[in-house]
């Protein structure tokens, strides 16, 4: 549960790859692999090229091809030493019809509650624990180098708006929790919904404005929640019988609890799905007093 993940700019890193997947029959994980071997050669042989150690690999888009395709060639023990960071990429959804009429119409409004609830983020984490597991035993980290509500653009209705902020958190602690070690939510241009900031165009800044998208909202949030320590600890509480709609995150540094993120995902004008929590530390199997805190600073 060790992470510094944030959502983030890898200014100093090389991505070998974006978005790989099966591009015809005859092209396979072995031959990525060799091709990646042709790129360290190429950089080993160049004498300007100062640092060798900054690949991010293999940004798999999964799909046709699995990161177990890969691990299963010997990727990471053959380029160990030229890989900064291990990579997946993922959307959760795709709006590629109404983009460039390609693949299958959704209705945004239809799809939204699929993106108010704990499992939202749950179903993306899950067919990659296998490769937080396997990284670790190898010594690197793994990135969600690739990711936001919907590729080609997000939609309109959900990307833009309150519910996607409360996704990308929760998603984020998510990852966390299961060990990715680092997240970049994807940013495009001015017909993108999903951006967490938008910028005006041309030289209209001055008077325009950038605009802010939900995304940027759960970055900042996230931020605060993980603390700056770069140490920080994430669990994942099952909370309030594991509900998908009330979740709860402990956030943990140097093995002592110092934040708890509560999410409610339901709106109800009534009040009677507000959510009362009560917080105690210790107690259980913990081995410590049950105890509750004199005082809580809420944000």
């Known amino acids: ?30 031959d990525y692999l060799g091709e990646v071997q042709n790129l360290i050669n190429a950089m080993s042989d160049d004498v300007h ?3 060798r150690n900054l690949l991010i690999a293999p940004n798999i ?29 993922n959307y959760p959804a795709d709006n590629c019809f109404a983009q460039f009429g390609v693949g299958t119409p959704v209705d945004p409004q239809t799809v939204f509650p699929n993106f108010l609830n ?33 590729s080609c653009g997000g939609f309109g209705g959900i990307s833009d708006v309150f519910g996607a902020a409360l996704w990308g958190l929760d998603y984020g602690l998510q990852m966390a929790y299961s060990n990715f070690s680092g997240a970049l939510m994807h940013v495009g241009g001015q017909n993108v ?22 995304i940027y909202y759960s970055a900042l949030i996230m931020a605060e929640t993980l603390g700056a320590s770069n140490g920080s600890q994430v ?10 709609y009330t979740p709860a995150y402990a956030i943990y540094e140097g093995g002592n609890p110092v934040r708890v993120a509560l999410f409610n995902f339901i709106t109800d004008p ?16 913990t081995g410590q007093q049950g105890a509750t805190p004199a005082q809580v600073k809420v944000k």
């Open 1 to 30: 549960m060790d992470t510094d993940l944030r959502f983030a700019l890898f200014s100093n890193t090389l991505r070998r790859s974006n978005e790989l997947k099966e591009c015809c029959q005859t092209y396979g994980p072995y």
């Open 49 to 51: 090229a100062i640092n």
């Open 61 to 89: 888009a999964t799909g046709d091809w699995h990161p177990e395709d890969v691990w299963n060639t010997g990727f990471v023990d053959q380029f160990s030493a030229n890989l900064a960071y291990l990579a997946v990429e």
């Open 118 to 150: 704990h499992d939202a983020g749950k179903n993306i984490i899950k067919k990659y624990l296998n490769s937080t597991a396997y990284v670790q035993t190898k010594g690197k980290k793994l990135l969600m180098f690739e990711t936001n509500t919907a």
């Open 193 to 214: 919904f999903y951006n967490p900031f938008t910028s005006p165009p041309t030289n209209e800044s001055t008077f325009h404005g950038w605009s802010v998208g939900p």
């Open 235 to 244: 669990l994942d509480l099952n909370a309030n019988g594991a509900s998908l």
């Open 270 to 285: 009534s009040g009677a799905s507000d959510l009362t929590v009560s917080i105690a530390i210790g107690g259980g199997d």
